[in-house]
């Protein structure tokens, strides 16, 4: 009981301190379209507005964002969803099938760079693990886990040859646009 009064005590004290901005200078078009070319969904406009002391132009930010989503909405914008490790979530309506390869391309990408980290953990639990396993009665032990980490330095030399592979793949289809 006293542990819920002291967390609501702290919660209350922590939203005295919130303050609303001044939002009057805020160029409603120019956020919706930031926020389109990301991708955000509409419901942000509702966040936004809640920080700001006066109403904010809802019309002009939807204008924006609809401008923004053009760029977001391609085949380099749903890729970079995608290989950030980003979910679709209908931003763009129903997708054709070139938008749905680039996005699935990018998923594709980023889910093999997730199994690296994970195969790299993995080894270093392995490494650690070397560390304690030291007598020579542990010796056929020692052995296995060696070959485990020989084995998932494979794997990740494989996943980053077909990371290359995609990433070419994307390169070729005009799904990564490089910076100037």
């Known amino acids: 009981m006293k542990l819920s009064v002291f967390l609501l005590v702290i919660f209350l004290s922590s939203c005295s301190n919130l ?7 805020l ?6 379209i930031n926020d389109g ?28 964002r ?7 909405c391609s085949e380099p914008g749903l890729y970079e969803r995608g290989y950030s ?5 209908g931003e763009c309506g129903s997708l054709n099938s070139r938008l749905k390869d680039a996005y699935d391309l990018g998923r ?8 690296i980290k994970e195969f ?15 007598a020579s009665t542990e010796y056929d032990e020692r052995s296995v886990i060696m070959d485990d980490i020989s084995i998932l330095r494979s794997q990740i030399a494989e996943d980053f040859e077909r990371i290359k592979a995609l ?14």
């Open 19 to 25: 303050t609303k901005k001044d939002c009057s200078t």
């Open 66 to 72: 609809k401008k923004g989503l053009k760029t977001f």
């Open 108 to 115: 594709e990408t980023y889910r093999e760079a997730e199994e």
């Open 85 to 89: 490790g980003g979910i679709y979530l």
């Open 167 to 180: 990433r070419m793949k994307a390169l070729s289809r005009k799904y990564i646009v490089k910076s100037k």
């Open 120 to 134: 790299q953990f993995r080894i270093s639990e392995l490494e650690e693990k070397l560390k304690f396993v030291v």
């Open 37 to 64: 070319k990301l991708g955000m969904r509409k419901s942000l406009f509702v966040q936004h507005a809640a920080k700001c002391l006066e109403r904010p132009n809802r019309e002009e930010y939807l204008k924006g």
């Open 27 to 32: 160029n409603w078009h120019k956020q919706g």
